[in-house]
């Protein structure tokens, strides 16, 4: 019995640092309507920084000065991004924003590795509060004892702050209704700064608070995002009670999971997700979108290229392809097939996003799925590569099928968090789940069958599936299908009145894009002869976002010339410099600034003068 | 015959009946106006009718079937049609795309997913283009119609379904004297080929006036009168609400 109550106070101490990350994430939402992909990156440097300032004014009551203090300056430094970067991006499409704030997410783990090198740092312990208190026969660490405490605090404070001052009904008017309180003459720049700093600093607040439970490390920046949305998800967008809810939901269910069996943990985190937003799929405290006030998906208009033009460039590219070998090498040719593995997965990524109009920000899931799907089959069962090759976009079709059938229920933002959420699941069950996926290692020895060994033949093999497989979606694109899909997109309102289904339309395009997705992840399983976990990372989905945002959404050439960009230009940037996460990250920002519309895009619209 | 009946609807918003008790009939192939100040809840009961909202309470008979509280898919199929206040069409696409989806979507073949739509459907989808005369617009963008043709091309989108009943939600809004003469006469005519019925709602009086058999007057939630077009426009309490209150009578 005493031994469960402990196990419980420990879930409640989790519970803290989580609360305080995801209710920033969730105020700077209700406020500016971004998703701050940096925010996990505020959490990181939240520790950094404090556990720097400990070392330097020492470990007695240095500890919680630099609690204070690395808040203040992570918070500053949020406020001094969105002044510089956000502020830009408020009027662009959901998707320009995630991409942004990845790209600053990017920076920041480079800039921390420069600064703080790549070792995990152990913090201080807490500084009065280092020993434990006796409670049923157990000990609970007296820390455990004071983040339970703070956590409510956290939030009584908040609610005051939120509905007892006048910043506070400031924030809460423009969260629940923009255009009013823009009418108001709300100074919406200072609002939105002042939402910023206080949303960054919640969150390198909880990293920092962190530091004597775990060490801080570099991936800590990753790990909390994908657990703060799903905390989000779960409580309610703009719900700061929602937030404090789910993330002691979320910590007990790790603290208790945790006795059972660890691996189960991921399960059981997506079990209660997946019953809360079936049940209630605006998470537990918040409320139903009005649909008044719904704004409609982005409209990206197609292209205006003439016809000519269009299968000119299909010809050309084709001819390149096909005379590739003739001018590479091995090497060259290897990566010729990755670009064209790549160029189907950001095609299929494309095709959700463009033709769907679902932001996915776990498309590298199915990528995943399918390589695993292969491998397992050809290293596990001893199968050939043909049969490898046809079971990979069945499994990340039925993977798409099940985590899809959630993501469609949800639109916009909400979806991205959700599909990232998903594919943060299946990451760590290929991660954990050692006995079958290898974990971190992987799986090795994935080789193609004996006639499609020589790179030539494996490049020749990759571009007729990716070839066909590209023709196969254009041609669901344009058949009814595939403008059942667009309906559901421009209106889901309409789509509806006349007679569309739209969620189960929406559910097929996810499955296929996914299955898709599979395919090119089989291709890459035997490109590489080996399959590990960071296939299906986060950063992988945001690698197919850029490609598709740098070939324009809803173009066909488009994700084979985002896909050779992003490839080649990270094999530049990689084999001269280590800081390439960096460098990519400040392109992808440029990027989102400069070219809202993509590339190709924006080709376009100088195409026909200039017309939007 | 009574093809529509709406007995005790009623739906709140945060506590606020928007809709408090509402009784009303759409006979075959009659034209019926739904008017009342802004507020008065007469969107809110077509969201309800036409599937778009849940009721809280009351029953909506279609012929014959109780439809209260169902999709609007399936209300779409068993034959209403409706536009919506704000003109709603697929922007992305053209116009004549804008058809072809609503037809095929009729004859349920959009789970084709092979066969380019380039082809389908274009003769009926041209026909329903004609009728609303909008022939030269039909590889045009539906996001580059101006106002007017945007009204006409939802108004051919909810034909496509062959529907017995259209709800009309301020089909003349936003449009200029002459063009709100086309779209009438359109409906007119409209009624009259396909004998279909309509139930629109309207601030514009001589259009309400000039084209309804009949008038429901809806005021704060509740029906306030019904009935033939001289006997509301000579009521003193419709005068009061609309004059005396100073709503807006035509916008
Ligand atoms: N989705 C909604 N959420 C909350 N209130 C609503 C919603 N739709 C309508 N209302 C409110 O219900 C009342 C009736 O609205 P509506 O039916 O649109 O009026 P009308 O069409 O007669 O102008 C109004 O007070 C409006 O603000
Ligand atoms: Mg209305």
Redesign the interface.
Known sequence: MGFYVVQFLTGLAGAASLFLVACGLSLVFGVTRVVNFAHGSFYMLGAFVAYSLTKWWGAGLGFWAALVASSVIVGALGAAIEVLLLRRLYRSPELYQLVATFGVLLVVQDAALALWGPDNLLGPRAPGLSGSVALFGQRVPQYDLFLIVLGPTVLLLLTLLLTRTRWGRLVRAATEDRDMAAALGVNQRHLFTGVFFLGSLLAALGGALQLPRAPATLFMDLNIIAEAFVVVVVGGMGSIFGAFLAAVLIAELHAFGILIFPQVTIVLVFVVMAVVLVVRPWGLLGRPED?RHRTPTE????LGVPRCLVVIGLIAVAAVLMAWPAMAGDYGLKLATEVLVFALFAASLNFILGVGGMISFGHAAYLGLGAYGAALLVSRLGWPMEAGLVVAPLAAGFGALLFGWFCVRLSGVYLAMLSLAFAQIAWSVAFQWYDVTGGDNGIQGVWPSAWATSPLVYYYLALAVVAAALFGLH??A???????L??A???S??S??????VKQ?RWFGFA?AGAAAGMAGGLYAFLKGNVSPTVMAIPVSIDGLVMVLLGGVQTVVGPLLGAATLVGLKTEIASATNVWRGVLGALIIGLALLFPRGIVGHLGRWHRGGRP | MTLLAVRGLVKYFGGVAAVAGVDFDVAAGEVVALIGPNGAGKTTCFNMVGGQLVPDAGTIHFDGHEIAGRQARAIWRLGIGRTFQIATTFASMTVLENLQIALLSHRRRLADPVSSIKSLEIAAARDLLAQVGMTDRAERQAAELAYGELKRLELAVALAGEPRLLLLDEPTAGLGKSERGVLMSLIDRVVQTRRVAVLFIEHDMDVVFGHAGRVIVLDRGRVLIEGAPDVVRNDERVKDIYLGRGAVVAC
Request: aromatic residues 6%; glycine residues 6%; charged residues 20%.
């Open positions: 649909a409209i990206a208009t197609p041609r669901v344009s058949s009814p299908f595939g403008y059942a667009r309906a997109r421009d209106s309102l309409l509806e009145a006349i007679g569309i289904d339309v296929l």
